[in-house]
Structure formats: structure tokens, C-alpha cells
């Protein structure tokens, strides 16, 4: 079918604009199409910029966000493990001070024991200090929560300085070798303890013992033993020896792990800048 007249007029009117676009566009130098391609994928660019930013800007302030969650993290938990540090060298003090103690108790009772005759103030010295012994052996009650806690979380990790992690760990590993000695020394004292039971009577025990406070007091009356022979004296010797040389040998080491637990508490209030222990 032919177009008719009026749609001829119409083409050929806009094939005129066409051409003059065209010649309007070339005379000025200028690619219109072109531009508009050029000024699309500016666009594209520009929005692809700013969305990486974005993205890149999130992970940034999210990873600030969780350094600074664990940082807070970490603080918490050293300063809890502050407060068990100082209550350790507490502990530590008074132990060790228990440990001297018993240590020559127990090396009274020998030199008593070993005496062949044996006045009646000296027997009732002997019974009053033998009685003694296991009052001052005291276990060690060391606060370790927060490493514990710390260790079966996971959360060792959060403490970011390789130094201070360290001092943390070789710490509480030697500290918790003390166990070790403990558990000998409750081994040996029940040793003595039974032989005891061979060479004292135990109802003088009882007359010394004040149970309403729990303390004793030295007998006015006679105190002999229940045996002289010299080979069950003997083993009661060498057991009372190896009771107080191993709080001895305990009192040495303790003094050692109370020094790691100052040098530890001092280091983690610098690395944390805590307030420092009074120095008394």
C-alpha cells in the first residue's frame, strides 16, 4: 500500500531535521552522541566509587567496632586478674610465713625426740609442738578465675602483646606446679601423723586442745610417751625430717612464685596503666 501524501510530507520533514541535526552538530565539532556515551559511563564510574567506598568504609568502622569491643574485653578481664594477682601475694606472704613456721616447729620435735632423757617441761613442749604441726601446714589457695576462665573461652587471645601473654602463662604454670609439693607434703604429714599415733598419747592431745577456740595450750601435767624404743622413735624422726624439709624446699618456692606474681602484677598495671599497689 502507498503512503499517501500526508505521510510523505512527514518524512520527508523529518529526514530535513535529520540532516540539519547532523550539519548543525558536524559544523560546531561537536559529537553529541558521543558526549552522551562519554558522560553514561562517567556515571557508572562514579557510582561504582562511591558504592566501593561505602563497602569499604563499613568494614572499617565495623572492624574499629569490634577492635574496640575486644580491647574493652581484654581490659576487663586484666583488670580482674589484677585483683587475683594481689589477693595471690597475700596468700603467698601469709604461706610462706606458715611454712617458716612449721618448718621449725617440726625441727624442734626432732631434736626433742632425739633426746635420751626427757624432762617433764620437755615433754610437754614435745606433745605441745608435735600437736602443732599440722595446724600451720596450710594448703595454698591460689585465685586463679580469670586465667581459668580466660584459657577455657578462648579468650587468651584477646591480649594483643606477646610479652605480656607470655608472663601471664609461665606464671600460672609455675604456680600451679605448687600443687605438686602440696599434694607431697600431705603424703608425708599423714605418714608422720600415723607414726605418731605409735609414739604419743592421744589422750593428751585431746587435754591440750581448747576445741571452743580451736587453739593449744602446753600440759601442766605428766605427758610421757607411750613408747621409748628407739627404732619406732626413729621412723617418727625420719618422717618428722621429710615433713619439715619439704616445707622448707615449699617455703623457697613459694617465695619465688610470690615474686613472678609482683613482677606480673606490676607489669600488667604499666602495660594497662592501672593504679599501682601501695608499697608498704
Known amino acids: 500500500m502507498l503512503p499517501t501524501t500526508y505521510e510523505l510530507s512527514l518524512i520527508m520533514t523529518d529526514e530535513k531535521n535529520t540532516s540539519g541535526s547532523d550539519q548543525q552538530s558536524t559544523s560546531k565539532g561537536v559529537d553529541y552522541k558521543e558526549l552522551h556515551r562519554t558522560k553514561k559511563w562517567q556515571g557508572y564510574l562514579f557510582e561504582f566509587v562511591m558504592l566501593f567506598l561505602a563497602i569499604s568504609l563499613g568494614f572499617f568502622v565495623e572492624n574499629l567496632r569490634e577492635d574496640y569491643s575486644e580491647h574493652q574485653q581484654e581490659l576487663q578481664y586484666i583488670k580482674s586478674m589484677v585483683e587475683d594477682l594481689k589477693q595471690d601475694t597475700l596468700m603467698f606472704n601469709k604461706a610462706t610465713q606458715q611454712k617458716k613456721i612449721a618448718a621449725q616447729i617440726s625441727d624442734s620435735v626432732i631434736l626433742l625426740l632425739s633426746l635420751n632423757k626427757k624432762s617433764k617441761k620437755e615433754l610437754q613442749r614435745l606433745y605441745y609442738l608435735a600437736r602443732i604441726i599440722p595446724f600451720n601446714i596450710g594448703p595454698y ?68 586442745t581448747e576445741f571452743d577456740k580451736f587453739t593449744f595450750q602446753p600440759s601442766k601435767d605428766d605427758t610421757p610417751l607411750m613408747t621409748e624404743d628407739k627404732k619406732i622413735v626413729n621412723e617418727l624422726i625420719v618422717s618428722t625430717h621429710y615433713v619439715t624439709s619439704i616445707l622448707a624446699f615449699t617455703k623457697i618456692h613459694s617465695e619465688g612464685v610470690n615474686l613472678k606474681a609482683k613482677r606480673l602484677l606490676n607489669l600488667l598495671q604499666t602495660e594497662y596503666h592501672l593504679d599501682r599497689v601501695k608499697k608498704h
Open 141 to 208: 589457695l591460689m585465685n586463679d578465675r580469670t586465667y581459668d576462665q580466660m584459657k577455657s573461652s578462648g579468650n587468651l587471645r584477646l591480649i594483643q602483646s606477646p610479652a605480656v601473654a607470655d608472663s601471664i602463662s609461665r606464671y600460672y604454670f609455675i604456680a600451679k606446679d605448687l600443687s605438686t609439693t602440696v599434694s607431697q607434703t600431705q603424703m608425708r604429714l599423714q605418714l608422720m601423723l600415723e607414726l605418731q599415733g605409735k609414739v604419743f598419747d592421744g589422750t593428751v592431745f585431746r587435754k591440750i
